[in-house]
């Protein structure tokens, strides 16, 4: 297991991210904050049980990449993170600095649970 920043799953995030405020903004779709945030938060969850399992299995950033692609290669735990940040925003400016806070969550996150899984199978041996 290498424990190495995640730079390429981070800056998924904050191009999915920045993409989805441009298409909220862009619509600018209706409906009530505790609704978005209720979404957000589940996205984010999602997101961290995807990196779970991602990291534990060894998958590749596009691990869906291949002969039967089916589209799974681009939806993973950095792209459902970046999507929350749709749901998350209400204007351009706080949905850029809720993009970076997912990055810098990510970038966290994904070192942290690289971590603990070590720490894991260090103690099974």
């Not at 609704?35 to 534990?56: H, N, W, Y």
């Not at 299995?57 to 002969?67: M, Q």
Request: charged share 15%; glycine share 10%; net charge positive.
């Amino acid at each position: 297991m290498r424990f190495s920043i995640d730079y390429k799953m981070t800056l998924y995030v904050l191009v999915v991210g920045c993409a989805c405020i441009v298409f909220r903004m862009a619509t600018s779709p209706s409906f009530p904050q505790i609704l978005g945030l209720a979404i957000g938060v589940g996205l984010c969850l999602i997101s961290v049980a995807l990196t779970v399992f991602e990291i534990m299995k060894g998958l590749d950033f596009f691990y869906g990449f291949a002969e039967n692609w089916n589209g799974y290669g681009i939806v993973n735990s950095g792209f459902i993170a970046g999507m929350s940040a749709f749901f998350f925003s209400r204007d351009w400016r706080t949905g850029i600095i809720i993009v970076i806070l997912l990055g810098i969550c990510t970038l966290i996150e994904r070192f942290c649970v690289r971590y603990i899984i070590s720490l894991i199978k260090n103690d099974q041996k």
